[in-house]
């Protein structure tokens, strides 16, 4: 056994530095305080050397097999928490393998841990009502900033759910990063889906509200005073770049802040105060005058405010001009008796004999030209009194009427042109002794049909055909709408009675071509009903439709032709006055390959109305013509083929 104060064995190093190898700095200054005197021999020292120190009180020194047994329980126990660890995190990552990552939120949705169903179902449940809330836009900034809202579906816009959270990315391999994600969030922008072409056309649709056009610099009028606009730029929605920028935040919670193009002015502040002392201010110091024939039209101070406007003219400045219809209308209260409309040439019917009332040429004040030099005469000085008025010598049929002298001071002069009739005097004097070549009358139809058929004959009634000359009906009477004056009026649709505009004016067409058959006119175009009516003769009349079949026929002659219409509430005639060229006859052959009716039921349409049926069959008209002169005949010969009309069921009543 050791006594207290045997020395320790030489191995001990219970002084030595950390190191533990003896050569710290304070290596020699231990060993000399440990250079004792060698004690004298004990044969058991050895053995005594080799006992373990006995348990006791917790002392300074520590044995070197001590401090090898500290670093071994160290070990052990940093592997057992990197073992720990290791298990935690591959537990982990097993566990989270098919979740969205920690930490993760969609438009600040958390969706971070769950499993991809949880995750749709959190996303589309949160938002949902943002999907099909209207997405509002704005345009600009501060306080001309314009607003309005889209329909995300009418633009075609959607959540795509499921590239969203592709978009979250796989579990982290990282344990630093897995770790941080216990204690940090991550944002992921919603993913959408759309059309590019309906989001466009949702923009566009928009543009009226967002865009903000510039607006160029004039000057308007209160009354005799003039006030200056300034210019103002605009700003319009760069329709390119919108359909993007809405796509990639329709979801967010702002407004969609749309890209937009600025639109500069031309016109200057200076150009705008130039026009305003040079043209502006002189305009409306005093009256203006038209001079016209045997009278005047005042143009007041005020009333210059009303037909003066300023155009930009590419230079910052502005260019006066005349608003020609508003300065007519101011113009024309005074004027218009000196104008005058023109009159048609006509004839005077007594029995069968035509008699020529002369045409008259009309006259009209040419408002354009007239006011080509009123911008230059506002800007001199007042007269001091009106200018007298001009009396033009008188102006033969078709002559231009004389210019009157130049006008001076705030004045100009009435420019005068002459309006033509129609129907010339010569053209109807050309005739010659006209008489009735060829008329036809026909009647029995309703009240309502009879108005159609009497306004179509009204525009018709007078028509002059020139030679070589082809009348068209569809031409000559324009669209037979409402604003001509046409009617509801009974027709045939599928079969069934119904309701037209126009109807009735097959019945006209009917009698128009007929009067033209037996005048010897050249037939162009016609075709005849599908089905045949009885009250028209069989293979010799004619229906229309406005844009589809017409009524043609041309004058081969070498005088001029006129129609004459007479209306009556029972019936229409038709005459056509010209110089008599043929004898003309119609021989109408029998009535072949008869076809029966047959039978359809219309049940199913709640306009039906029983009926009986009529026959299909084909038959042939031979219109035969007697040159007046020569006596030479020739032939037309025509076959039609008329449907077979079935006889209407309406559910077998």
Same mark, same amino acid.
């Given at each position: 056994?050791?006594?207290?104060?045997?020395?320790?064995s030489?191995?001990?190093?219970? =002084?030595?530095?950390?190191?533990?190898?003896?050569? *710290?700095?304070?290596?020699?200054?231990?060993?000399?305080?440990?250079?004792?005197?060698a004690?004298?021999?004990?044969?058991?020292?050895e053995?005594?050397?080799?006992?373990?120190?006995?348990? *006791?009180?917790?002392?300074?020194?520590?044995?070197?097999?001590?401090?090898?047994?500290?670093?071994?329980?160290?070990?052990?126990?940093?592997?057992?928490?990197?073992g720990?660890? &290791?298990?935690?995190?591959?537990?982990?990552?097993?566990?989270?393998?098919?979740?969205?990552?920690?930490?993760?939120?969609?438009a600040?949705?958390?969706i971070?841990?769950?499993?991809?169903l949880?995750?749709?179902?959190?996303?589309?449940?949160?938002?949902?009502?943002?999907?099909?809330r209207?997405?509002?836009?704005?345009?600009?900034?501060?306080p001309?900033?314009?607003?309005?809202?889209?329909?995300?579906?009418?633009?075609?816009?959607?959540l795509?759910?499921?590239a969203?959270?592709?978009?979250?990315?796989?579990?982290?391999?990282?344990?630093?990063?897995?770790l941080?994600?216990?204690?940090?969030? #991550?944002?992921?922008?919603?993913? %959408?889906?759309?059309?590019?072409?309906?989001?466009?056309?949702?923009v566009?649709?928009?543009?009226?509200?967002?865009d #903000?056009p510039?607006?160029?610099?004039?000057?308007?009028?209160e009354?005799?005073?003039?006030?200056?606009?300034?210019?103002?730029?605009?700003a319009?929605?760069?329709?390119r770049?919108?359909p993007?920028?809405?796509?990639?935040?329709?979801?967010?919670?702002?407004?969609?802040?749309?890209?937009?193009?600025?639109?500069?002015?031309?016109?200057?502040?200076?150009?705008?105060?130039?026009?305003?002392?040079?043209?502006?201010?002189?305009?409306?110091?005093?009256?203006?005058?038209?001079?016209?024939d045997? /009278?005047?039209?005042?143009?007041?101070?005020e009333?210059?405010?009303?037909?003066?406007?300023?155009?930009?003219d590419g230079?910052?400045? =502005?260019t006066?001009?005349?608003?020609?219809?508003?300065?007519?209308k101011?113009?024309g209260?005074?004027?218009?008796?000196t104008?005058?409309?023109?009159?048609?040439?006509?004839?005077?019917?007594?029995?069968?004999?035509a008699?020529?009332?002369?045409a008259?040429?009309?006259?009209?004040?040419?408002?354009?030209?007239?006011?080509?030099?009123?911008?230059e005469?506002?800007?001199?000085?007042?007269?001091?009194?009106?200018p007298?008025?001009?009396?033009?010598?008188?102006?033969p049929?078709?002559?231009?009427p004389?210019?009157?002298?130049?006008?001076?001071g705030?004045a100009?002069?009435?420019?005068?042109?002459?309006?033509?009739?129609?129907v010339?005097?010569e &053209?109807?004097?050309?005739?010659?002794?006209?008489?009735?070549?060829?008329?036809?009358?026909?009647?029995?139809?309703?009240?309502? %049909?009879?108005?159609?058929?009497? #306004?179509?004959?009204?525009?018709?009634?007078? &028509?002059?055909?020139?030679?070589?000359?082809?009348?068209?009906?569809?031409?000559?009477?324009?669209?037979?709408?409402? *604003?001509?004056?046409?009617v509801?009026?009974?027709?045939?649709?599928?079969?069934?009675?119904? #309701?037209g505009?126009?109807?009735g004016?097959?019945?006209?067409?009917?009698? =128009?071509y007929?009067?033209?058959?037996?005048?010897?006119?050249?037939?162009?175009e016609?075709?005849?009903?599908?089905?045949?009516?009885s009250r028209?003769?069989?293979g010799?009349?004619?229906?229309?439709?406005? *844009?589809?079949?017409?009524? /043609?026929?041309?004058?081969?002659?070498?005088?001029?032709?006129?129609?004459?219409?007479?209306?009556?509430?029972?019936?229409?005639?038709?005459?056509?006055?010209?110089?008599?060229?043929?004898?003309?006859?119609?021989?109408?052959?029998?009535?072949?390959?008869?076809?029966?009716?047959?039978?359809r039921?219309?049940?199913?349409?709640?306009?039906c /109305?029983?009926?009986?049926?009529?026959?299909?069959?084909?038959?042939?008209?031979?219109?035969?013509?007697?040159?007046?002169?020569?006596?030479e005949?020739?032939?037309?010969?025509?076959?039609?083929?008329?449907?077979?009309?079935?006889?209407?069921?309406?559910?077998?009543?």
């Amino acid at each position: 056994m050791t006594t207290p104060d045997q020395p320790d064995s030489p191995g001990d190093t219970r =002084l030595d530095p950390p190191g533990g190898d003896g050569s *710290g700095p304070d290596a020699e200054a231990t060993r000399a305080m440990s250079a004792e005197p060698a004690p004298s021999y004990d044969p058991d020292a050895e053995a005594t050397v080799q006992i373990p120190p006995v348990a *006791g009180p917790p002392q300074d020194d520590v044995d070197d097999g001590g401090s090898s047994g500290s670093r071994r329980r160290l070990l052990v126990a940093g592997a057992a928490v990197v073992g720990l660890l &290791a298990a935690l995190y591959v537990g982990d990552l097993l566990l989270s393998a098919t979740n969205v990552p920690r930490g993760v939120t969609v438009a600040g949705v958390e969706i971070g841990g769950m499993n991809r169903l949880a995750a749709q179902e959190t996303l589309g449940r949160e938002l949902g009502p943002r999907v099909s809330r209207p997405v509002t836009l704005v345009a600009g900034s501060g306080p001309d900033a314009r607003t309005t809202t889209i329909d995300p579906r009418t633009a075609g816009l959607d959540l795509d759910v499921a590239a969203t959270i592709d978009e979250a990315g796989e579990q982290p391999l990282n344990p630093f990063t897995r770790l941080s994600s216990l204690f940090a969030d #991550r944002e992921i922008a919603p993913i %959408s889906k759309g059309n590019p072409v309906a989001i466009g056309q949702a923009v566009d649709a928009a543009r009226p509200q967002l865009d #903000r056009p510039s607006t160029e610099g004039t000057i308007r009028f209160e009354g005799d005073r003039p006030i200056p606009v300034p210019s103002v730029p605009g700003a319009v929605v760069d329709s390119r770049l919108a359909p993007d920028v809405v796509f990639a935040h329709w979801l967010d919670a702002a407004p969609v802040a749309l890209p937009v193009t600025e639109q500069p002015v031309t016109v200057t502040q200076d150009g705008l105060d130039t026009a305003m002392r040079e043209v502006a201010t002189p305009a409306v110091a005093g009256p203006a005058y038209v001079i016209g024939d045997g /009278k005047n039209a005042t143009l007041s101070p005020e009333e210059i405010g009303t037909f003066l406007r300023f155009d930009p003219d590419g230079s910052g400045g =502005l260019t006066p001009r005349v608003d020609v219809p508003a300065a007519e209308k101011v113009a024309g209260r005074d004027l218009a008796s000196t104008e005058a409309e023109p009159k048609d040439a006509t004839f005077a019917f007594e029995g069968a004999a035509a008699t020529v009332v002369p045409a008259v040429t009309g006259r009209a004040i040419d408002y354009p030209k007239t006011f080509e030099g009123l911008v230059e005469a506002l800007g001199r000085e007042a007269d001091p009194a009106p200018p007298t008025t001009f009396t033009p010598p008188p102006v033969p049929p078709g002559a231009t009427p004389a210019a009157p002298p130049p006008a001076n001071g705030r004045a100009v002069n009435a420019v005068y042109t002459t309006t033509p009739p129609k129907v010339t005097t010569e &053209a109807l004097q050309a005739l010659g002794p006209a008489t009735v070549i060829g008329e036809f009358q026909s009647g029995g139809f309703a009240a309502d %049909s009879g108005q159609n058929i009497k #306004r179509v004959a009204e525009i018709v009634n007078g &028509a002059t055909i020139k030679p070589g000359e082809t009348f068209s009906l569809n031409g000559f009477t324009g669209p037979r709408d409402a *604003g001509q004056g046409f009617v509801e009026a009974g027709i045939i649709d599928d079969g069934v009675p119904g #309701r037209g505009i126009g109807g009735g004016i097959s019945q006209f067409a009917t009698t =128009l071509y007929n009067a033209s058959y037996f005048a010897g006119l050249q037939q162009v175009e016609h075709k005849e009903h599908s089905y045949y009516i009885s009250r028209y003769p069989a293979g010799r009349e004619a229906t229309v439709f406005e *844009g589809a079949i017409d009524l /043609k026929f041309r004058n081969d002659g070498d005088t001029p032709v006129l129609i004459r219409t007479q209306w009556t509430p029972a019936s229409i005639k038709v005459q056509i006055y010209g110089q008599k060229r043929y004898d003309v006859t119609s021989q109408t052959g029998p009535r072949t390959n008869p076809v029966a009716p047959g039978t359809r039921d219309l049940s199913d349409n709640p306009r039906c /109305k029983p009926s009986k049926g009529v026959g299909g069959f084909t038959i042939t008209d031979t219109r035969v013509l007697k040159d007046v002169r020569t006596g030479e005949t020739k032939s037309e010969p025509r076959t039609v083929r008329y449907n077979p009309e079935p006889e209407i069921t309406c559910n077998n009543r």
